[in-house]
């Protein structure tokens, strides 16, 4: 049931994430994710039509403010998962080791640096620009003339550097933003994105470790027990030997705090394993989720970027001259439709192309430093 259960929870998470691609608009995923978003927003008109507006509104609220806004509410959340998690570890798994061995040991290992990782993630600067290391920052990297122009951040009221962004969460730009993340509370970008890697390969470690214990210990309880070997009488009054469906049955009953944890980290250890892998794939490539997004779903971010253009006022152009003289006249003035012909070229080479590609080795370097 574990096995279909995350298999069910790929398979959704895909069909909503991707299906809205335009590799898959026209076929049967992105069929089935209108299919059901229709259904979600159909559902939410009748429960809207039905609950009192005041209680649809704090509902609301609640959700935007956990979700849309910093707060500390998911990093409680790990912290409950983690403390939860070793608990039942200390008194439930180690219990059934003969002595305190290496195996146990690692598993604390493995949670002390999982929680230095969290913490100094969620306390690191990310590399947030003010104007006092704005000229820093804009030398960092060149525009790229599709993704990244010479425009003006109209809340900050200063030039973007390329590669940074606007985190609308935090209200700051952050240089080489990837994303904002909601379990550590905080943006991640240049100046913590190792940290994240390190955590979020940690996690995937630490999950998968203790799947293999607890795996372990589940086979040690059916061995000493004799499980194998006993049988079972069915509603029909024979005898039956037992199988894997009656020892997952007598593992549920008998060791509730087991199989959640097993049920928990096996969960957690798939997600994060399959993040790590996409982060170490972004890392190699020199590129960010935000980057990343925009490659994979390019129509609308293309669109903005042409809107923003047009919008460029040109006194932003003699504030870019004075921020960064490495700026070429043609990433200055670039006009919608130049803007336009150079993204379908992107896009005709391939979303995951990237204009800061500088080797394995030095992309992985860079990341390192910094």
């Known amino acids: 049931m574990a096995l279909i259960y995350t298999l069910c929870f790929v398979i959704i998470s895909y069909v909503i994430i991707a ?7 026209t076929g049967w995923i992105g069929f089935v994710r209108r299919s059901f ?6 559902a939410r008109s009748v429960v809207e039509k039905y609950i009192p507006t005041a209680v649809t509104h704090r509902i609301t609220n609640i959700t935007d403010y956990i979700l849309f806004t910093r707060n500390s509410f998911i990093q409680l959340l790990y912290g409950f998962l983690i403390t939860g998690g070793t608990a039942i570890y200390t008194f439930k798994v180690i219990p059934n080791f003969d002595t305190v061995n290496a195996f146990s040991i690692i598993e604390y290992i493995l949670i002390t ?23 820093e920052y804009m030398s960092d990297y060149e525009p790229d003339g599709v ?8 809340t900050c009221k200063f030039v973007k550097p390329a590669r940074s962004k606007h985190c609308s969460i935090c209200n ?7 994303h904002h993340c909601s379990w550590v509370n905080n943006c991640i970008g240049k100046k913590n994105y190792k940290f994240f890697l390190g955590f979020i390969v940690s996690t995937a470690i630490l999950c998968t470790y203790t799947t293999f214990l607890v795996l372990v210990v589940f086979a040690y309880i059916v061995i000493s027990d004799g499980l194998t070997t006993m049988k079972y009488e069915d509603h029909d009054g024979k005898q039956y030997t037992v199988g894997i469906r009656i020892l997952t049955q007598y593992l549920l009953v008998h060791y509730p705090f087991l199989a959640m944890l097993f049920l928990t980290v096996f969960s957690f250890g798939l997600a994060m394993s399959g993040f790590s892998l996409f982060h170490c794939y972004l890392v190699l490539t020199n590129q960010t989720t935000n980057e990343f997004y925009k490659r994979f779903f390019p129509g609308k971010h293309h669109t903005k970027l ?6 460029t006022r040109p006194r932003n152009e003699a504030t870019t001259l004075k921020a960064s003289k490495r700026r070429t006249s043609s990433n200055k003035n670039v006009s919608s439709g130049t803007l336009s ?4 070229k992107l896009d005709a080479q391939g979303r995951t192309s990237t204009p800061y590609d500088k080797g394995v080795w030095k992309n992985i370097a860079e990341v390192i430093r910094g």
């Open 19 to 25: 299906g809205k691609n335009e590799y898959h608009r």
């Open 37 to 42: 978003v229709s259904v979600v927003y159909f």
């Open 113 to 135: 640096i999982n929680v230095t990782l969290f913490w100094v993630c969620s306390m690191k600067d990310p590399g947030i620009i003010s104007t006092l290391h704005h000229s």
């Open 147 to 154: 993704y990244y122009l010479a425009q003006e951040c109209y």
């Open 172 to 178: 700051v730009c952050v240089s080489r933003f990837d």
């Open 306 to 311: 042409s809107r923003q253009t047009r919008m």
């Open 341 to 344: 012909k150079k993204a379908e």
